[in-house]
Structure formats: C-alpha cells, structure tokens
C-alpha cells in the first residue's frame, strides 16, 4: 500500500485566495483526520470522520475552514479566504476506527503571503 | 482536560550518547500512551506505545515505561544514532480501546545527533 496520500506537498498563494489540500487514506480505514502543525501551537487536531462521516470538528479554527470526505478513499479541507497565519504544515492521518495506530500523510506545506 | 507536556528542546547530543526525552501527562481514567516520531519532511509515525501501568513499549532500541504513580512515560535509547535525528511526539488516548480519536499530542521535541 502507498500510504496515505496527500497534495499538493508545497502550496504558495495570496491571502485572500482559496486552497483546497487533498488525502487520500490507506484503502480499508474507516477514520480519517485533518492535523494543523505549527512551531507555536505544536499539532492540533482540526476535524476527524468515522465511515465519512465528521465526527469532531472542534478543532477547526474558523468558518473560513471546511472539510469534506465524499467518500471513503478521498478527503479535502479548503481554506475560503486563506490569511497568512494560516501558514502551516497540515497533516492527514488515517486508521482503523477503534485502532491505536495512526497513519500519517507528508503533509502539505502552507504558506500565505 | 487531557494535556502531554514534554521537554524542551532542541536536545543535541552526540552519537552514541545515551538518550532521555521526559514526558508527563495529565488524564483522568487509564489512558493509552504512545511515542510518535517524525523524520526531516516527513508525516509521523508511531514508535511505541504501553496500554497500562508498568508496561513497556520497545522499538528500535527505544523503550518507555508507563508509570501511573509519577505519571510519566520517558523515552530512552542506550546509544544514539545520527539516524535517530527527528522530532518526538508523546502522547496519549483516552478511550477505553486507545482509539485514534482521542489521542492528544504533546508539542514535540527535536533530537539532534551530530557524528
């Protein structure tokens, strides 16, 4: 299996401008999570599903933040409009539902100018 | 609320070194606990974890030991590598089966071998 999936690797806009960052979870997980890394806040949890389905999305730090998992082998999180502290490296992670294990993506480097 | 406190780094040491990376949490009920570590450009990956008192997880020449009377779970390595340079994350789930959805990160330390 290629692991979880994530695109871009590298995102480079304009404040104001929407991003759309893309996971593609490990083929047979059921739980999918949307993690935010930063050096000030260390990695926060945004939004997690279970069978597609957001489950708690606590995390998310404003409106301007949503995610979507149309199905079970694809999930996005868009930023409308992008602010530079947004800036981060943001992580999908995929397991089984009740499983310890947590598979993590590369990430997507974010930079708003 | 649940809260995983770890050292600050960044910790320099040379290789073949011994290593210690403390770690204290703050859980109500038993919770799961759990090392995390993630290489230059990479996305995490668990190292090891210890599901209840005085149990003792081992990988790769790391091991923790959780300890439910000073609540801590330290990482350690006998002898480091320049290969051992990342970033490690405690951390720690409240459910009852250590489900990923509960897991609450610590903030991470760098780790820095030089040869």
């Known amino acids: 299996d290629a692991g979880v999936i994530q695109s871009p690797r590298h995102e480079v806009t304009e404040m104001g401008q929407e991003v759309t960052l893309r996971c593609k979870p490990i083929?047979?997980?059921?739980?999918l999570f949307w993690y935010r890394q930063t050096m000030m806040r260390g990695l926060e949890l945004l939004i997690y599903?279970?069978?597609?389905?957001?489950?708690?999305d606590s995390g998310m730090p404003e409106d301007r933040f949503s995610a979507k998992m149309p199905n079970a082998s694809f999930s996005t999180l868009k930023i409308q409009p992008s602010e530079p502290r947004d800036s981060a490296v943001y992580f999908c992670?995929?397991?089984?539902?009740?499983?310890?294990?947590?598979?993590f993506g590369s990430g997507t480097q974010l930079s708003v100018l | 609320g649940n809260s995983v406190t770890q050292m600050e780094g960044p910790v320099t040491l040379s290789e073949e070194a011994f290593l210690t990376i403390n770690c204290t949490y703050t859980?109500?009920?038993?919770?799961?606990l759990f090392w995390y570590v993630q290489y230059p450009g990479e996305g995490l990956q668990l190292l090891l974890k210890?599901?209840?008192?005085?149990d003792k997880g081992s990988n790769k020449g790391f091991e923790a030991t959780y300890r439910k009377e000073t609540t801590s779970f330290h990482l350690e390595k006998g002898s480091v590598q320049v290969s051992d340079s990342a970033v490690y994350f405690c951390a720690l789930s409240d459910r009852s089966g250590g489900g990923a959805d509960g897991l609450t990160f610590g903030k991470g330390t760098h780790l820095i071998i030089q040869p």
């Open positions: 210890a599901t209840k008192a005085d």
């Open positions: 859980a109500t009920g038993y919770p799961s």
């Open positions: 992670a995929s397991s089984f539902l009740q499983a310890q294990k947590l598979f």
């Open positions: 083929s047979g997980h059921n739980s």
């Open positions: 599903f279970n069978n597609n389905v957001p489950i708690d």
